[in-house]
């Protein structure tokens, strides 16, 4: 091997290894991110539920759009809605540790059927609220969460075609797109805020989700995501030295912007409601 070929080789051994880490950091700020997400979820919903205190749903949600005395039928679809949110929000996570996969392999299996049931849980119900109670953040968004919505189906169901013939890799491609897909509504918090704190005011938003930046997060939130991953699992299984180093600064970039967008989520919107 000649000096030039060991200095490429070398060079994407490091780009290989800058890529990994910028993903892993990425991966543990999105679980940060969730499991506050998830802790709220399940202290201001779960608990007040227990508690007989159903009306306290209402503190978040609008008008019509929480628990609604009478409708037993939408509240119970609205229930289930948020405990499966909640609990994708911890158990989710466990999917994308290798460690789980190679050494409790049942683990993985199981956790991932869970997952896979509980994306149609909660698309479907998702689907049927926002059907039924109209759009919470307008008709916009209404449209980007119905969009969400069938992506997820379409890759749950591929994912589980793929796993169920043995091509593991298709498999992992079409998981990793739910996965992404399968948060598009803490995407979705946690960009607005983001762009929040960048602004210091709500800028190109209003009351009724209709100002520019309520139009492009309405899709944003599903599609941003998607396309960072296409771009991630190119540079990671084909690119060369330089789309690969080039993939980890933007990763590390983005997964600062995430961060300042879970910290203002968190401090601005999750736990004053508690």
Do not use: K
Request: hydrophobic content about 60%; aromatic content about 12%; glycine content about 10%.
């Amino acid at each position: 091997m000649t000096s030039v070929s060991a200095r490429r080789m070398d060079g994407l051994a490091a780009a290989t290894l800058a890529l990994r880490a910028s993903a892993a950091l990425w991966y543990l700020a999105l679980v940060v991110g969730l499991w506050v997400f998830g802790y709220y979820i399940v202290t201001l919903y779960g608990v007040s539920a227990l508690r007989g205190e159903w009306t306290r749903w209402n503190t978040v949600l609008p008008a019509g759009h929480g628990f609604n005395p009478g409708d037993l039928g939408g509240n119970a679809v609205l229930g289930v809605h948020l405990f499966a949110a909640g609990l994708v929000s911890f158990s989710g996570a466990l999917q994308l540790v290798p460690q789980i996969r190679s050494r409790i392999p049942a683990l993985h299996r199981w956790n991932g059927r869970l997952f896979l049931l509980i994306a149609l849980i909660i698309s479907g119900s998702g689907l049927y609220v926002a059907f039924t109670r109209g759009a919470v953040a307008g008709h916009y968004m209404a449209v980007g969460n119905t969009l969400n919505a069938v992506l997820v189906i379409v890759c749950a169901v591929l994912a589980w075609r793929h796993a169920a013939a043995r091509r593991i890799a298709l498999h992992q491609r079409w998981a990793l797109r739910l996965f992404v897909l399968m948060y598009g509504v803490w995407f979705y918090r946690v960009g607005m805020m983001l762009w929040f704190v960048i602004h210091r005011a709500p800028v190109g938003h209003n009351d009724t989700f209709t100002g520019p930046f309520d139009i492009f997060l309405a899709f944003a939130h599903v599609l941003l995501p998607l396309a960072v991953l296409e771009v991630y699992m190119v540079a990671r299984d084909r690119g060369g030295a330089l789309a690969r180093t080039g993939m980890a600064l933007a990763l590390f970039v983005l997964t600062l912007a995430m961060s300042v967008g879970i910290f203002g989520a968190t401090m601005g919107m999750w736990l004053p409601r508690l």
